[in-house]
Every structure is written in C-alpha cells, then in structure tokens.
C-alpha cells in the first residue's frame, strides 16, 4: 500500500492517476507488457509472437521507468522484437514493464485526465521546506489559487483516521504558494493536502483523485471517443459512433448515481484561511470505486 493509500486510514479513497490512465488505456486495446532484454531502440519481449509481423507498427511506447514516448517503427513477431523511434531513455531490462498505445496515446489520454478531473478533489502527500518545519511548498503541485485548497490532513499510520488539521493558513509570495502551519506535527505524521484540481490538471502520476473511478474512466473515454470522430471515414464514424453511445449512457448512469450531498465543498474563505468544509468525506467511502 502506498503512502496516499493510507490518507484515509482504511479502504484507500479515489484512485491515482497512473491506475485512472491504465483503465482508459485498457479500454481502447492498449497492451502492458514486460521486456526480457532490449536497447536503447529495441524492446524484446516473447509473448509478442502471438501477433502478426508489422502489427504494432506506429503504436506509441512507453517504458515505465522512463520518460518520454517513442514510436513502433518495425515488429519482427518471431522474435518479439519492437524497433522504436527516437531512442529510449533508458535500455530495458529484463522484468521492465512497457505500454504498447494504439488507438490512443498516452498523451491523449493523460490530457483527458486533465479535462474531467477538472474541478474535481485530488490529494497529495507534502515535503516540508528544508529551512522552515512548518512550511510546505505548493506551487510546483499546480495549485494556481489559495482558494484551491480545502482541507489538510494528518496521517499517523495505516490504522489510525485521519486527524484534520484546522490552525494553518495560505501564504502568496510572488506567485509562491506555501501552506504554513501554527504549531508542528509529530514526527511520525505525514501531511497531506485536499486541493480542488484546477484548469492546468493534474500534478503527477501520483495524485489521488477522490471522484468514483468509474465515472473518471466513463467521462474520459467519452472525451476521447468525440475527439476521434472528427478524422474517421464512414466506416470508423460507424464504430465510433456506436461505442460513443454506448458510454454516453455509461457515463449519465454513473453520473446520476453518484449524487454526493454536494458537488462543492461549502467552505467560508476568509482572508487567507479556509474554514472546515461542513461535509465530511468520513462514511462516504462506500460511493468511491
């Protein structure tokens, strides 16, 4: 279980954005598999005999432990061999995991991400500036406004709730955000903010968005599948067309199921301080996928 599992105490809340990104991907045929040996513009992998010589040929690929897309310039399926254009980042070991895209690319799909997680919650965990304990840096987490943020989090351990933490305040130095805290917490806390996810998206692969997963998949394939439509000849508008209804309903089923008491948080903004939203997420967590 990874640290922002453990925000909540119990059942983890939300889902991050790498599994968020893995679900769409599955859903448009994308194919996760683990190299045996590779270099720097060949990922080797066996399994991939089972496909047809050229299948994957203009597919992007992604190695995970790297950054930075390439593109299948040529599939040899005796070998299982992928030639990618431009060069890895890193070479492929064996046991390295990699992400065949096809229909859509990761880049697609992490800028639909962006746009239905848009105004939604998402939390993150806090690194504390090295020279003053009790502050913590937020801009470089996206956070454009101080209204963004709702609530700050205290974590002790795997079992115990969250504490919510009240006394802390909002600071904007030249377009500097840092969350500054009145008193320190124990040593053994790790600090999390609950932030609302502004036009700029999400931070990394790590954030934790606390909509349904269900919902964020149905709205983002939904988004996807209108933007393909616009280059498709009369046969993919057929098929297009067709799962495009088929998840607009998916996603106006989830949408009237999932009716939380209120979409927005209420919070009272004054000066530089949020009060407590007058909701809790507490007894909510049987809503979230």
């Known amino acids: 279980m990874s640290d922002a599992e453990r925000v909540y105490g119990f059942p983890p809340v939300g889902r991050t954005r790498r599994e968020l990104r893995e679900m769409i991907a599955r859903a448009f045929g994308a194919w996760r598999g683990t190299a045996q040996s590779g270099t720097t513009t060949t990922i080797v992998d066996s399994r991939l005999a089972k496909f047809a010589d050229d299948t994957w040929i203009g597919a992007q690929a992604w190695l995970e432990k790297s950054k930075g897309a390439s593109w299948v310039t040529d599939f040899v399926s005796s070998t299982g061999t992928l030639t990618v254009a431009p060069n890895l980042e890193e070479t492929p070991n064996d046991g390295d995991v990699y992400w065949l895209y096809t229909t859509v690319s990761r880049d697609d799909i992490d800028s639909a991400l962006n746009e239905v997680c848009y105004g939604e919650q998402a939390i993150l965990e806090l690194t504390a500036d090295t020279n003053r304990a009790l502050t913590y840096g937020l801009t470089n987490w996206r956070l454009l406004r101080p209204e963004q943020v709702l609530r700050v989090l205290a974590v002790y351990d795997d079992y115990t709730p969250p504490r919510t933490l009240h006394n802390w305040s909002i600071e904007a130095d030249a377009g500097v955000l840092r969350l500054r805290l009145e008193r ?87 000066g530089q301080r949020m009060s407590e939203p007058l909701w809790s997420y507490y007894g909510l967590e049987d809503k979230f996928a």
């Open 184 to 270: 320190p917490v124990s040593a053994q806390e790790k600090i999390y903010v609950v932030y609302r996810v502004a036009e700029n998206g999400l931070e990394s692969d790590d954030t934790r968005v606390q909509s349904p997963a269900l919902l964020i998949r149905a709205r983002a394939i939904v988004y996807l599948l209108e933007n393909l439509l616009a280059n498709q000849d009369q046969p993919g508008l057929d098929k297009i067309g067709t799962l495009l209804r088929y998840w607009v309903e998916q996603r106006d089923k989830l949408e009237k199921d999932w009716q939380p008491p209120s979409r927005e948080a209420q919070t009272t903004w004054v």
